[in-house]
């Protein structure tokens, strides 16, 4: 049996590989457990760390730094693939006003960390320690120590610094979790509710599209293009089928219209009344129902060098003369628009000839098996890149040390642009969903072990002996505070989505792990939209204020 001492007690591959393998097995249960409805999900892979840290066991600190670094990229990189189809949309309603909760997040945190300082006589390094691990920052912890280090500070002071920085982060993500659950239980938060309002928000009314016939009376139209009419209405509209002396057409831009035509239109509710009020008036003919060669099929895009296209791009009309009347994506139903970009796995509604659907549906791919195959190397160029992007030193006049974004953001904003354009050149990024989730699961629980492990190791120590249980206990006020202060306020004032509020609050405290709770909780990831929405500027705002502090204790 020495070889199982030896696996458990010496620094190996192996006895790396079972540490963190049991640390985030263990932790996963821990966090299933349930009590009185509230359980500590995925952070219980951090209290699994903290344990087994406590007791001894420990990876090599290399190996450690590199595994808690790659579990965070892989976290942030899928949460990005994730958010940014929608991202810009997300940005332009709502963008402000979450970026101004987020900035009031992180002015009121440095505030409680200046007034603890002077209130509770803590020192410049304690007070820098605390507020980084209070908001769980790490890059703020490098910024001040090395300003603490331009202006001369000892390395005892240094070393301070990240003492109280190691007591103060564990409650720093657990704080936050907690607040997501008070918010939620003071408000009696109906998460099914709250979760398709935010939908709705996000996508606008989720009515599903509808199709009539109309009769064409108005003679104003007769002889005008199809092209000329859809562009009197501003409703979505497309028409799929047109009849005219018993003969049906799938009518294109050019097609002229005639009174007495009778066109099959597509549409949500309101802008169908509107366009009927315009054209004509319902018929008694149901021309879906009459017989022709035109048929119906929904078709799925999945070659790659389609991603990005317009549909003005794809020209199905011209080239097949089919015509898209619905396009399904993520679950979600849209009516079709000429700017629409497309993306692996949009599901398109066409009306045609059955030789037009054939030679479109083979142009689009339609073969549903390709979605399930990941582009792994386009993970690794994103990675790449966010890494890249993370390593960029940006100058700012005032600060002793240029500013970096870090392996938080950095993969973070590149995988929102490239899920965005879909592609890297000729590479595209999609991911299957189930591969986007495992990536972001498998992250998070990495990146939780490697935390507790890391810090478990004089965590307790630090805890009973000097001033690390004063430190915690005024840690977990700079956490609390500014986001009990801040997410009431949104909620009560500005009424916010209790979705988009777990992602502002996670956002706001840089914190991943709450992100992950607040998407087991909710059941899918749009906290994520809110979260990539504030956390660039709340990142660069973190580094700032840690530099600020320390130049106002000084």
Known sequence: MDWVVSLFTEQSVANSILILALVVASGLALGSIKFKGISLSVGGVLFAGLAFGHFGFCLNPDLLDFLRELGLILFVYSIGLQVGPGFVS????????????????????????????????????????????AVTNTPSLGAAQQALATLGRSREAIQTVGMAYAVSYPFGIVGIILTLVLIKRVFKVDIAKEAAEFETLRHGPTEALNGIDILITNENLHGKAVKDVLAITTSKVVLSRLSRDGKQVVPTANTILQVGD??????????????????????????????????????VVTKPEHVGKTLVELALPANHGVVITRVTRSGIEFAPTRNMRMQLGDRLVIVGSQEGIKTASEALGNEVGQLDRPHTLSVFLG?????????????????????????????????????????????????????????????????????????????????????????????????????????????????????????????????????????????NDSPSISYATVYPTTMILRVLFAQIVVLFLA
């Open 262 to 299: 009778i066109v099959h239109a597509v549409a949500k509710k309101e802008a169908l009344d509107a366009f009927q009020t315009l054209v004509g008036q319902r018929s008694d003919v149901s021309i879906t129902a009459s017989p022709s060669e035109i048929v119906i099929a929904s078709v």
């Open 90 to 133: 997300s940005l332009r309603k709502q963008g402000l006003k979450l970026n101004l909760f987020a900035i009031a997040v992180v002015v009121l945190g440095s505030a409680t960390a200046l007034v603890i300082s002077y209130i509770a006589k803590i020192d410049n390094p304690a007070t820098i320690g605390m507020l980084s691990g």
């Open 383 to 523: 990675v790449s890149l966010g890494v890249l992007v993370a390593s960029i030193p940006f100058t700012v006049p005032g600060l002793p040390a240029p500013v970096r974004l870090g392996f938080a953001a950095g993969p973070l904003l590149v995988a929102i642009v490239l899920g965005r354009i879909g592609r890297i050149g000729p590479f595209v990024t999609y991911l299957p969903n189930g591969a986007k989730k495992l990536l972001a699961e498998l992250g998070i629980s990495m990146f939780l072990g490697c935390v507790g492990l890391k810090s478990g190791e004089r965590f307790v120590q630090l805890l009973t002996s000097g001033d690390g249980l004063k430190w915690m206990a005024l840690a977990m006020l700079i956490t609390l505070l500014p986001i009990l202060i801040v997410g009431f306020t949104a909620r009560i004032w500005k009424k916010m989505n209790y979705v988009s509020l777990c992602g502002l609050l996670a956002g706001s405290m840089t914190d991943p792990p709450a992100l992950a709770y607040a998407t087991q909780m909710i059941g």
